[in-house]
């Protein structure tokens, strides 16, 4: 039977998309350059919003299974002032909206390709895409992956899905990634055990960056550190527990939490890690997640991302097999799908980026939600993703709101 979907990258939108057509019933290879688990570095957060997709997908208890750690709200701090916002519970969406979880991506992303490969989606570990498979028309038909011998061998597939993350190698052979230039920065990842266990994550705003940390089971705390590249380039010494001891003199309330925290592993890097795309589909071939474009981590929203995009590719997808003659328009209507929940999220950790550099603008904003803690509340229900920037502007939202108080 030939392939329907070839998905080249298992992180958190190819297992979903894997996973959800896998149950539609059709023909589905997952690879990944990756033996599995694998980590990732990441916050290790997940916003309230992601447990309506798992459900979705069959996939209730994954969380409670998976021992994720419930985290109530966001303790956002910087250039001497504190906020502790919570996550709202909205009468008509649900408790969820209240909780998001810590764990870790290891875990999560590897019960989720179990969860796609018990859905009956073949899964190919190991495997490495180094080149698209096209036709002369340019239209793409498949991959070509380097198994673990090191042959090449080609896969074709009727659509071939690049969920392959940030640096991804598939849009940028289609040629519709960008790069943000003017958000060129880099993340240091570390694991801490023996740090007091509390249920708000942690955003410290520093010049230009930031660090988040959350817990992400009783004995463990993720502590990531996004900073402008050219940092890097300033860096004098070559130890990054130094480097990292430096940036905590900006973050004193982090800087204590771990005085008796021990690292668990070396600090590991990734960046830079903003880039756009200027189309997610093109003949026989989509992009989703990260691959699909990402600012930054800030908000903690990339995973919901990746799992909200997976949903709308995976119903165009399931549309345009069932009727191959109207592909386009089921490929249109991702598109839009994703444009329109999307676009404003990003439009929001874009201006926050902006912002962060101006620490006159951040002091007095985080002393108005320290003082204000329904607009702290606010503020962190919208980074939950449960409530989009355009409820704002309904009345009826409003009413729920004060009623969720
Ligand atoms: C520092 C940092 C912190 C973050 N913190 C958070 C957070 O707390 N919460 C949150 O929601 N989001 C966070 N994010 C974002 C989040 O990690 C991503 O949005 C999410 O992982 C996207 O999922 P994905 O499936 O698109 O990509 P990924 O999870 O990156 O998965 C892509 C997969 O593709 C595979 N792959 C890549 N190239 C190839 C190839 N050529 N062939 C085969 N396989 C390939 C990789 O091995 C990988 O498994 C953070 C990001 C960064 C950089």
Same mark, same amino acid.
């Given at each position: 039977m030939p392939t329907d979907v070839l998905i080249l990258g298992a992180g958190p939108a190819g297992a979903a998309l894997a996973r959800q057509l896998a149950l539609a019933g059709f023909k589905v290879v997952l690879t990944d350059r990756a033996a599995f688990p694998r980590s990732k570095p990441c916050g290790e957060f997940l916003s309230p919003q992601c447990t309506p997709y798992l459900v979705a997908l069959g996939l209730p208890s994954?969380? =409670?299974?998976?021992? !994720?750690? !419930?985290?109530?709200?966001?303790?956002?701090?910087?250039?001497? =002032?504190?906020a502790t916002g919570h996550f709202r519970a909205l009468p008509e969406r649900g408790p969820h909206t209240a909780i998001g979880y810590g764990i870790r991506r290891e875990v999560f992303d590897h019960a989720l390709v179990q969860a796609a490969v018990a859905a009956g989606t073949q899964f190919l570990p190991r495997h490495e895409c180094v080149d698209l498979v096209r036709a002369e028309d340019g239209r793409v038909l498949g991959a070509v992956l380097r198994a673990p011998d090191g042959q090449p061998q080609p896969h074709l597939a009727t659509w071939t899905i690049g969920a392959d993350g940030v640096h991804s190698r598939v849009a940028r052979w289609l040629g519709v990634q960008r790069r943000l230039e003017w958000l060129d920065q880099f993340a240091l990842a570390a694991h801490f055990r023996n740090v007091p266990v509390r249920d708000t994550a942690n955003v410290q705003l520093l010049k230009g960056g930031f660090f988040a940390a959350t817990t992400v089971d009783e004995d463990l705390f993720s502590v990531n550190l996004v900073l402008p590249r050219q940092r890097l380039r300033e860096r004098t010494s070559p130890d990054w527990d130094a480097f990292v001891a430096d940036a905590l003199v900006d973050a004193p309330e982090l800087r204590e939490r771990l005085a008796a925290g021990e690292r668990l592993r070396p600090w590991r890097g990734t960046g830079p890690f903003a880039y756009a795309t200027t189309t997610c589909t093109l003949p026989g071939v989509a992009l989703v997640g990260d691959a699909a474009g990402y600012i930054d981590p800030m908000t903690g929203e990339g995973i919901y991302f990746a799992l909200f995009g997976a949903r709308a590719l995976g119903d165009a997808l399931a549309a345009a097999l069932h009727a191959p003659a109207d592909a386009e328009a089921a490929m249109r209507g991702y598109r839009r799908t994703l444009a329109g929940e999307l676009d404003a999220r990003k439009l929001a950790s874009k201006l926050l980026q902006r912002a962060v550099r101006r620490p006159w603008l951040v002091r007095p904003f985080v002393r108005l939600l320290q003082r204000w803690p329904g607009a702290a509340d606010l503020l962190v229900t919208l980074t939950g993703d449960t409530i989009h920037p355009r409820d704002l502007l309904r009345p009826s939202f409003w009413k729920s709101w004060r009623s969720s108080a």
């Open positions: 994954l969380l =409670a299974d998976t021992g !994720a750690f !419930a985290v109530r709200g966001l303790q956002l701090g910087g250039f001497g =002032a504190q």
